[in-house]
């Protein structure tokens, strides 16, 4: 099954920064440049959440928990996604993901591990 890569995780001190990668393979590529593309993740025992949007052209969105410390991005030529995440706290640990917003239960890859350390 094809499905998005994420890359970039790690272990962060809180405070730190982190940059996020997700690409898109060959056969999925008309996928992430026809489509609204977005971040996800999940915490230790929560439900996967929308971190930030991005459309084709226009403004992202982000959830209010990330605000003016994320910044998403998108590469269309590169297919890729980023997510520049700065002054991370610990509860920005998660698993975090790419996908279309909305999401396509096909595409979700394995993600990319974030811990933030306090």
């Known amino acids: 099954q094809v499905r998005f890569v994420e890359s970039g995780g790690g272990l962060v001190q809180a405070g730190g920064s982190l940059r996020l990668s997700c690409t898109a393979p060959?056969?999925?590529?008309?996928?992430?440049?026809?489509?609204?593309m977005a971040w996800y993740r999940q915490g230790p025992g929560n439900e996967r959440e929308l971190v930030a949007s991005?459309?084709?052209?226009?403004?992202?969105n982000y959830a209010d928990s990330v605000k003016d410390r994320f910044t998403i991005s998108r590469n269309n030529a590169r297919k890729t996604l980023y997510l520049q995440m700065t002054s991370l706290r610990p509860e920005d640990t998660g698993v975090y993901y790419c996908n279309p917003l909305p999401h396509n239960g096909d595409y979700w890859g394995q993600g990319t591990q974030v811990t933030v350390a306090s």
């Open positions: 060959r056969s999925i590529t008309s996928t992430f440049n026809a489509h609204t």
């Open positions: 991005i459309p084709l052209r226009g403004t992202a």
